[in-house]
């Protein structure tokens, strides 16, 4: 069964610039999660979706953040324009029972 | 507002040594709570995880230990090995007619020394 994939692994942008990453959960997961992971720390749910809807985005800039998830399949995750305390790793998730399953993230990181 | 609280920050153990590993959460919806296990540069992999409705689950060298009334439950690694030197997530997540979000602890990393 193939996992969650994630692109890119590695960004490095400046401050201001737009950013966008991809995920493609496993097929029939329903429930699709972007969480933000600052180096150190716990992961931090952005938000999070049953098929194309949002269930919970209650943690998301949405000044500078937005996501979707097209056909109830891939999501997107952009951020724009990007800030300094941006910079961490981005992971998507997946679900369709108790487990979930992540991808290995995108690094990002903003100078 | 930090749902699940994770102790210690770290920990280092002797190989062949025991690490445990303490959360406490407060949201009693809680219903279903998983270890993951980190190595750097990859994403969380589910070690291990437990219902409200049993005290105790084990595979392997790992075993969760859970206590519904103080809302506390804990990460054994029994006999570690310096393979098993990781971050270690608990995290809590609630059924409402679909999964909700899961809530992390903040993470504890462990160093198993040969």
Not at chain 1, 55 to 81: C, H, M, N, W, Y
Request: net charge positive; proline share 5%; hydrophobic share 35%.
């Amino acid at each position: 069964e193939a996992g969650v994939a994630q692109s890119p692994r590695y960004k490095i942008i400046e401050k201001r610039q737009s950013v966008a990453f991809w995920c493609n959960p496993i097929s029939g997961h329903a429930t699709l999660y972007w969480y933000q992971q600052i180096l150190g720390q716990g992961p931090k749910l952005l938000i999070q979706f049953q098929n194309n809807g949002v269930v919970d985005d209650s943690q998301l800039p949405k000044d500078r953040f937005s996501a979707e998830r097209l056909k109830g399949v891939d999501s997107t995750l952009k951020i724009q324009p990007a800030k300094l305390e941006d910079s961490a790793v981005y992971l998507c998730a997946s679900r369709m029972s108790a487990e979930a399953f992540f991808g290995q993230g995108t690094r990002l990181t903003v100078v | 507002q930090q749902q699940v609280k994770q102790s210690p920050q770290s920990l280092i153990v002797q190989k062949g040594g025991i690490s445990i590993i303490n959360c406490a959460y407060e949201n009693t919806a809680f219903d279903y709570f998983p270890w993951y296990q980190q190595f750097p540069g990859k994403g969380p992999a589910l070690l291990i995880a437990i219902r409200p409705d049993v005290s105790e689950k084990k595979e392997g060298r790992f075993t969760i230990s859970f206590n519904k009334s103080a809302k506390q439950f804990s990460l054994h690694i029994m006999d570690s090995q310096p393979g098993d030197s990781a971050t270690y997530f608990c995290a809590a997540s609630s059924w409402g007619g679909s999964w909700g979000k899961l809530q992390f602890g903040a993470g504890t990393q462990v160093v198993v020394t040969p």
